[in-house]
Nanobody, 115 residues
Framework: QVQFVESGGGLAQPGGSLRLSCVVS????????WAWYRQAPGKQREMVAT???????TYVDAVKGRFTASRDNARNTVYLQMNDLKPEDTAVYYC?????????WGQGTQVTVSS
């Protein structure tokens, strides 16, 4: 069973930066496209960024130009660099497959953007 361990969240001021990490417990990590998702209070979980096995990336419009996804196949780790944070980025952030997510999710990492 795959496991996800997200970390790197915290409290940031508007305009600040955070770097999230997600370690995936699967040796075939490198073959999959991965995604970052977030869920804000009272809202559905949404996909915000994806990165393919060839490191192509896509982003939802709300984070384009501010967030950057990357991956380290040697460490089974996906990253999300978040710059110019806004209060509306406040959410719990998760990682999972970009296509057909695994049914099990990690605990996520809380990102709070507030002055």
């Amino acid at each position: 069973q795959v496991q996800f361990v997200e970390s790197g969240g915290g409290l940031a001021q508007p305009g600040g930066s955070l770097r999230l990490s997600c370690v995936v417990s699967r040796s075939i990590f490198r073959f999959y496209a991965w995604a970052w998702y977030r869920q804000a209070p009272g809202k559905q979980r949404e996909m915000v960024a994806t990165i393919t096995s060839t490191r192509d990336t896509t982003y939802v419009d709300a984070v384009k130009g501010r967030f950057t996804a990357s991956r380290d196949n040697a460490r089974n780790t996906v990253y999300l660099q978040m710059n110019d944070l806004k209060p509306e980025d406040t959410a719990v952030y998760y990682c999972n497959k970009a296509d057909n997510p695994f049914p099990s999710w990690g605990q996520g990492t809380q990102v709070t953007v507030s002055s």
